[in-house]
Structures are given as C-alpha cells and as structure tokens.
C-alpha cells in the first residue's frame, strides 16, 4: 500500500498533492516552512497487541519515521497465546477478561511463581518478547512493556505461600470462583516483583518503559476504594493507603531495574483512564510518586494519547474519523518534549487495528510534527488537502463531505445511543450471531449450543432470557436513535462508495464503506435486541405462559405486540443476511475473529462467523410462530 502521509504547504495545494507524493519522496525536500527536526524530542510509545511477527515487522515500518523526532518504543508485552491454564474447568467468563493479558510472571516467573504456570506457555510468551526486542534492536528504537499489575495468580500458589494473599479482584456478578492477587505490602512479594522486573530488562534491555492498570481485568490492590468486590485484603495492611500501596509496587519494579543496571519509566493508568481508582485516592497516588514514575499529565512530564475508533467500533477494524484524529494531533506540541502513547489493540487485548490504519495515523503523526506552530491550519482545511491527495481534485470534496459527515454521525453515536460497545453488545452478547425468536427457551440445547457458552454471563438463564443483559447489568439504548444513526452511515457508505474508481489510496478508501455496513449491521442488531427485550419485558406473563390456541373471537389487529414484535424479528432476519453477504464479499477480513475454535471466546468471534449467521437464520425461521402460541394473530 502506498504511504499516506503527505507532506504540504497548509492552505497551498502544491503539486505534491496533486501526484498523491510517498512519505519518503516527499521527505527528501523539506519545505521551509517545517521546524528543525533536531530540536523535537518526543517519546511516542505504541501500544499494540500483536503477536505475529510479520505484522509487528508492518508496524515497526510504519513507525520509523518518527525516529527523526525523539524515541520511539513499541509495546512488546504481548501474550504468545492465550492464558488457557487461567480458565477454570467449565469456563468461567470473568476469567476471559484477563486472559489475553501480560503481567511480568507470565514471561520471567520467580522461582517461587514459576511451578505453577505452564513452562512451555511461559517459554512461547518469553521468546516471542525476545524476537520482538531483537526486530527492534535492529531498527534502532526502543521497546516498552504493558501489564495488568499485580496480576491475580492461581489458587495453589496461595495454597503454599499463605502469606502473599492479597486482595479478592474478581467481579462477584460476572464470576464463579474467587481470584486473588498478590499483597504488594509484603517484603517477600515485593523481592518477587524485584526478581521478575530485574529478570526481564537483563533479558531485553530495550524495554525502557513499563505502564500498567490495575484494579481492573484481573489485578487489583489491597483495599482499594473501587475493587469489584469492595474494599478488601488482609488485616495485616489495613493502615496502608492506596497511594502507598502504589508506592510499594513503584519501588519494588524501581529496585529490580537497579539489579538489572538498567533505567526505566514506570507509567500507571495508560492509556489514559484504564485503572480504577477513587479521587482521593488518585491525588493520594500522586503526591507519593517516586522518581521517574507517572501517573497523571504535568506541566513537568507532559502525557498525551492519541488513537482511532477502533476500542469503540470492536470487532471491526478499518474506521477511522480522520477530522477527530486531526484534532486530536493539534494536542500535541511539537516545541516540546511530551510521552506520546499510541493505542491500536482492542479492549482486553482481542485484537489490533489495520495495518491500513496504523500507517494513516502514523503518517498524519509525521506531518503534524513537521508543521511550525505559526503553521497551523484549521482542522477542516488540512481535512480537505488530504482529501485531494487520496481521492485526486475530481472527488476530494466528496471525501471531505464524507469525513464531516462522520465525524458527525460518531458525536451523534456518544450522545444519543447510551453505552452500546461492539465488544459488550455485539460480541459478548452474541446480538451479532444469536437468534433474535420471541420464546427463547424453546429454543433445542442443539441450537443454542454454537452462541449460548460464549455470552458473558455466570448465569445461563440469564444468559438465555434477558437480550440486554450486559455482563451482570442491564443496558439500555434507544432504538430510534440507532436509525436515525443507521440513516446517517448509509449516506457516507454512498459517498465514499463514489469515490473508489478515482482513489488513490485503494485500501484506506475502499475499506471504509465496507467496515461501515459491518458496523451498521452490528449496531442494527442492538436496537432490535433492545426492543425485542422490551417488548418481552411488556408481555412477560404471557411468554412466561403455557402455550395455547389463540382466542376465538375475531380481530383485524390481534395483538398489536405480537405484530411489533413479528417486524423486529423481520429486521434481524434481514439485517442477518445482509451481514452474511457483506462478510462474504471481503468483509471478513475486517472482523477480528478467533484463529480457530478453541480460541472463540466471551470477547472474541469464532472464525465460522458466516456459517453462524446462516444458522441464526435458519432458527429465527423454524421459531418464527412461537410467539402464537402465547399471543393472539389477526384474523377474521
């Protein structure tokens, strides 16, 4: 694919634009009106769960380009495979949330840690870390490592070392067995932490950062205010806050860099905002922060995030709001030394964005930090030389008409649709693939066996019962907006879907429209749900019922619920098949899906989404008349 960046004289459409120049042509000449490189000294660190080495080697090239403005570190705490020994025997869904996760035991155990973990799971994790390291040495950049700290470990370590129990960190609504991490206010657990931190930089030295969340995903600390299971931990270090507690766990990764002769940032809640904390305890956190660890943005140590849509547009990967990303980039001042973290992996670690993507962000990134300050241009201008340099000076406008419009359609999205998630409602909710029937629990074990073990529920009735019930909770969101909102993202599919025969950059472009139907189609399914939910909610009694003949008495309306319900179940059918025929048509290749049947999960599709799409069909269709079994049809 050709390079995206474009280098350009703000409000001068030069010709550069017009050939649609590579980053590297353009590179060569330097406009003058672009600051001195030398004197730039960002820190960009990306973030990424990658682990196939022939993409991280795609990324490592997309990257390069920021090297002429500081360090740039990519994220080599990745997970070989997934956790499997975590999961235990019958599943349990609240475990699926960490187990894609890195924590330092899982790639340089302590001694006392080690015996109870897979070696051969601990060895794939470690060499993959190792090779990724190697990749980066070679390309002159830097390496960072990203964990969930302290991480819950198994019930048998605990057995044998009592004393190392902390905190309980699972979710009592979202799971079945109690977890525990470790108490980081033991001097033993904290040498342990020591032990790994050291281990791992003499290792791979290149790692010069490492940032974590906790109290969320499977880690957490002792008596901290938002644990899911409330405040708790042993009695033993009851008096501590979580600011020292916090301190404990800086000081003891700060004492293994110093075993391993090595320097280190140590950064807690980046991304921005993925720890859970009290207010009090996050200026608690902040006052005791020892040297070269970072919590929150300072005038000292500047912090800035920046990434795409894809955490909130999960399974689909290829959108992106290019108008937000350009606002977003003015954020970041090219006079002066910021750590820049840069997001492309999902929640959870189930999947990474689009090389197609990472090197469109990364090549806005480039530009931007090549513009002076007094060359700053309004958003919406530079939105629209872009435009001309990808779609060409005959469809540039209908680029830019399409990238306002969604731009638009996204605000419209977080204000009116409540808290709808691909990762939640789609994906951990099934709505994507399970029927959408008025009776569901008459539906066979047969037919619900492919979707019902894989919703995020401890409760399997629940599960089968209750379309909105979201991991424990109920959400809720409005049908009406979800079409007004569909409305919106068909009106730029028909824009950018003009614009194909004459773009430039064929993979960006032609994408886009066709993630945009998969996102369409996933978000239509919630506000069928969610109105299937209500109107069996209204009707409770009734489909609760013994199935019977309808009245005899005539109507021409019967059961007006009955006919709204008989329309939504009509929508689902059709958006299904809709679906189907767009992931047939190169879709797929958008959807981040399991490798093979044993990874599908909670938070991960399996990859025989097609055929599951077809068999929801097939179900919907042979339950399509249960609902009269329970309410009146029209008749005369």
């Keep these: 694919m050709k390079k995206l960046s474009i280098k350009f004289l703000p409000g001068v459409l030069f010709i550069l634009l017009l050939i649609g120049s590579s980053r590297e042509s353009a590179a060569q000449t330097i406009p003058p009106n672009r600051l ?6 960002q820190t960009f660190i990306i973030n990424n769960c990658i682990s196939d080495l022939n993409d991280f080697r795609k990324l490592v090239d997309a990257a390069g380009p920021l090297k002429k403005f500081g360090t740039v570190q990519i994220n080599i705490g990745t997970l070989a495979d997934k956790s499997f020994y975590e999961i235990p025997e019958g599943g349990n869904p609240w475990n699926e949330y960490a187990s894609n996760n890195a924590t330092l035991f899982k790639f340089f155990p302590d001694p006392k840690i080690a015996p109870f973990l897979p070696a051969g799971f601990v060895a794939k994790n470690r060499q993959l870390l190792l090779d990724k390291a190697k990749i980066l040495r070679e390309n002159g950049m830097e390496a960072a490592f990203f964990a969930n700290e302290p991480g819950f470990l198994p019930s048998a370590f605990f057995e044998k070392y009592p004393q190392l129990r902390g905190p309980r960190v699972d979710h009592p609504r979202r799971s079945n067995v109690a977890c525990f991490s470790p108490c980081m206010s033991v001097k033993e657990m ?8 050291s281990e791992l930089l003499k290792n791979a030295p290149e790692i010069k950062s490492f940032y974590f969340k906790t109290n969320d995903a499977g880690s957490g600390n002792c008596w901290s205010d938002w644990l899911y299971s409330g405040p708790n931990g042993p009695g033993s270090c009851k008096g501590e806050t979580t600011g020292q507690r916090i301190q404990e766990l800086f000081s003891s990764i700060q004492k293994g860099v110093t075993m391993a002769n090595s320097k280190l940032d140590i950064y ?15 200026n608690d956190i902040q006052k005791r922060l020892p040297e070269n660890c970072y919590f929150k943005s300072t005038p000292a140590h500047e912090i800035k995030s920046i990434g795409t849509a894809f955490s909130s ?9 290019v108008l937000s990303l350009l606002d977003d980039l003015n954020r970041i001042d090219n006079q002066k030394q910021q750590t820049i973290f840069i997001s492309f992996n999902a929640y959870y670690n189930r999947g990474n964005e689009g090389s197609e993507i990472e090197e469109l962000l990364l090549g806005l990134l480039e530009d931007h930090l090549l513009d002076k300050p007094s060359n700053v241009v309004p958003v919406s201008q530079k939105l629209h030389e872009y435009c001309l340099a990808w779609a060409g000076k005959k469809d540039a406008d209908n680029l830019y008409d399409a990238f306002l419009l969604l731009n638009e359609a996204f605000k419209f ?32 074990k047969e037919e619900e066996a492919y979707f019902l073990p894989y919703i995020f529920n401890v409760s399997t009735e629940e599960a089968r019962m209750d379309y909105i019930d979201i ?5 809720t969101t409005s049908p009406d907006s979800i079409k007004s909102y569909l409305k919106k993202l068909k009106q730029i599919c028909s824009k950018l879907e003009s614009i194909i025969p004459s773009a430039r950059n064929k993979d960006f472009i032609q994408n886009l429209p066709v993630a945009l139907k998969v996102h369409s189609s996933l978000v239509r399914s919630c506000g069928n749900f969610a109105e299937a ?10 489909l609760n019922g013994t199935i019977h003949r309808p009245d005899k008495e005539g109507s021409w309306t019967g059961d007006t619920d009955l006919l709204k319900f008989n329309t939504v179940m009509r929508d689902e059918l059709d958006n299904t098949a809709e679906l189907a025929e767009v992931l047939q048509q190169g879709g797929i290749n958008l959807l981040c899906l399991a490798k093979d049947n044993a990874h599908e999960d909670c938070f991960l599709l399996g990859s025989g989404i097609i055929a599951q799409l077809k068999n929801k069909q097939k179900i919907m269709l042979d339950h399509w008349r249960d609902i009269e079994g329970y309410m009146t049809t029209p008749f005369k």
């Design 268 to 282: 807690l809640s980046f991304p921005q905002g993925s720890s859970n904390f009290s207010d009090s305890e996050r």
């Design 471 to 475: 991991q424990g909770g109920r959400w």
């Design 36 to 41: 001195n490189q030398k004197d730039q000294k």
């Design 190 to 197: 904290q040498d342990i932490y020591a032990s790994m931190m």
């Design 533 to 542: 939910q209500r109107i069996r909610d209204n009707n409770k009694e009734k």
């Design 413 to 444: 999205r977080n204000s009116n649709l409540g808290n709808i998630s691909g990762i939640n409602w789609n994906v951990a909710a099934r709505m994507i693939n399970r029927p959408l029937v008025a009776v569901p629990q008459r539906l066979s």
């Design 313 to 321: 547009m999960y399974p689909v990967t290829g959108i992106c709001d």
